[in-house]
């Protein structure tokens, strides 16, 4: 969802480095940034305190962090591309589900406003559902296997994962959607190109990267 759907991974750059600078720390650079996406809160967390080394503990900056998103979440939107795809995919009953790493409470704050596309989704799966185990967040495929479950029961289908295309703009999101078994499209932020490394070796035959979702050519995966 961020940084694929919306422009919320613009809103957590914002909000870290606000609060970086109030330590004297920072900025958040796209070296970093790239190892955060689609982790699970708690852990990107960590990662940040550390890298800084910031003189605060996790719930400190968590609380920090939790009071300036939500003053930012009525403010984002769909990124191009994305609202049109939810919709195509919907039109045509082709399943979709919304796997995410964030939290049920920031998932509800980030869509509130954007109900009109979110609603259409026949599947969403949050960071904290239950059925991840603890510590098996992206990169683990856990989350988007619990999705496809979701999708089996809903349309009482068998559905298995090498015919499922995984939509992803991170790394750990990527290597989840590897283990996972489906065949990825990655949509990279546009500042994290030079940070990325060998893309190649990164989808190991096992996806293709798009610059945006308005270039996505449905007609190759016949949809």
Request: include cysteine; proline fraction near 8%.
């Given at each position: ?8 991974e ?21 070296d970093?940034k ?133 939509f ?5 999101g ?50």
């Amino acid at each position: 969802m961020d940084g694929l759907l919306i422009n919320t991974e613009d809103i957590y750059t914002l909000v870290t480095n606000e609060i970086l600078t109030e330590y004297g720390k920072g900025p958040l650079t796209w070296d970093l940034k790239v190892q955060l996406q689609g982790l699970p809160g708690p852990e990107a967390c960590r990662k940040v305190l550390d890298h800084f080394q910031l003189p605060v503990t996790p719930q400190e900056f968590d609380r920090k962090n939790i009071e300036l998103q939500c003053k930012m979440w009525p403010k984002c939107s769909f990124l191009p591309g994305a609202l049109d795809l939810i919709r195509y995919l919907h039109s045509k009953n082709i399943p979709i589900a919304l796997c995410t790493s964030s939290a049920k409470h920031k998932f509800e704050g980030k869509t509130s406003h954007l109900k009109h596309g979110f609603e259409l989704f026949d599947a969403i799966v949050t960071g904290d559902d239950p059925r991840i185990p603890p510590g098996r967040g992206k990169p683990f495929p856990d989350i988007w296997l619990v999705g496809l479950k979701e999708l089996n029961n809903k349309f009482k289908a068998n559905i298995q994962p090498e015919e499922c295309l995984i939509f992803e703009d991170g790394v750990p999101g990527v290597t989840a959607a590897k283990a996972a078994g489906g065949y990825v499209v990655w949509i990279p932020h546009p500042d994290a190109y030079d940070v990325l490394g060998d893309t190649d070796a990164i989808l190991d035959g096992k996806g293709e990267l798009i610059s945006s979702l308005v270039h996505l050519d449905k007609a190759k995966f016949g949809l």
